[in-house]
């Protein structure tokens, strides 16, 4: 198999890659990245622009696609830059390597995920389950983690207070309620990716656990 990675940096994804790198069922890994990263025999890693897409690039050439790209809307510093990373990428991701052959997509959702959500977060996580649904693939899944677990190479205060009331508070919440673990995120991701199961499918954060 021939993977391609998007947001190989990140949480998620950095532990998608170190999964990937190891897995002997894949042959090669595409990260796409706008910095470089360490160099892997297995791994080709193009640094490019998300707003200038290279169409006709070779390395759209995969057997699948897992996205993990993601960001906050502290960080991105408002709902239209929040939605290029959270929408246009992943939808522009998609597209450009299912024109390629690609045939299978998994995509690092949110629990919640609700295209007619109140939520901003949750109604623009919801509109690119629907916007991925039309474009195709034999194979989608959606992972749909709750509060993430793991070390961040960003701070996000909120995230941490919240992270100490769910460790505190783990054993007596549902399942689906509780932190899911980075790594298991990761897994469920390039589970769907090698599995390639026909139809539209959603990992639950229950599942995560």
Not at 21 to 36: F, H, K, Q, W
Not at 83 to 93: E, Q, S, T
């Amino acid at each position: 198999m021939k993977l391609l990675l998007a947001g190989a940096t990140g949480l998620v994804g950095s532990h998608a890659l170190r999964l990937a790198l190891a897995d002997p069922a894949i042959e090669r890994v595409i990260a796409p990245t706008r910095r470089a990263l360490p160099p892997h025999p297995k791994l080709e890693a193009p640094q490019i622009d998300w707003d200038a897409l290279p169409p006709d690039a070779p390395w759209w050439r995969v057997d699948a696609v897992v996205c993990a790209l993601g960001t906050t809307m502290r960080a991105a510093g408002s709902r239209e830059a929040f939605r290029k990373v959270d929408f246009d990428y992943p939808l522009a991701l998609a597209q450009a390597a299912h024109r390629a052959g690609a045939r299978t997509y998994a995509l690092n959702s949110a629990l919640g995920a609700d295209a007619g959500s109140r939520v901003f977060y949750n109604r623009v996580k919801g509109e690119l389950e629907q916007a991925l649904a039309g474009v195709g693939f034999d194979s989608l899944t959606y992972v749909r983690p709750g509060l993430i677990g793991g070390e961040r190479a960003q701070s996000r205060p909120g995230e941490a207070a919240a992270s100490a009331v769910l460790r505190t508070l783990g054993p007596l919440l549902p399942r689906r309620w509780r932190i899911n673990p980075a790594p298991h995120i990761a897994q469920a991701l390039l589970d769907a990716a090698l599995r390639a199961q026909p139809g539209v499918h959603a990992v639950g954060s229950e599942r995560l656990v």
